[in-house]
């Protein structure tokens, strides 16, 4: 019954080990992205009317400045009604 017991005890250390193995051995094979590849960050602006801040790329430019909306910026600037 002993050997028994110390037979199972090898066996899950083996299998334990060899799991271990195999997974650090297919995590080490990923190649890790170049520097450049990551995204760069997104210069964020504020709108002149109401304050939410959204990236530069989205806001609707106007005379005084980037606003949120074309609604935003027709209040900002004195627009027709």
């Known amino acids: ?7 199972a005890v090898v066996m ?3 299998y334990v080990w060899r799991n271990n193995r195999i997974t650090d ?3 080490s094979s990923r190649p890790t992205p170049p ?3 990551r ?3 997104v210069v964020m602006v504020a ?5 939410t801040h959204l990236p530069q790329g989205d806001t609707v430019q106007g005379a005084q400045g980037s606003y949120c ?3 935003h910026r027709r ?3 004195g627009g027709p009604a």
């Open 1 to 7: 019954m002993k050997y028994l017991l110390v037979l």
């Open 12 to 14: 899950v250390a083996f």
């Open 25 to 27: 051995r297919s995590q």
């Open 35 to 37: 520097p450049d590849a």
């Open 39 to 41: 995204r760069l960050p």
């Open 47 to 51: 709108c002149k009317q109401c304050g």
């Open 69 to 71: 909306s074309t609604e």
């Open 75 to 77: 209040l900002g600037e």
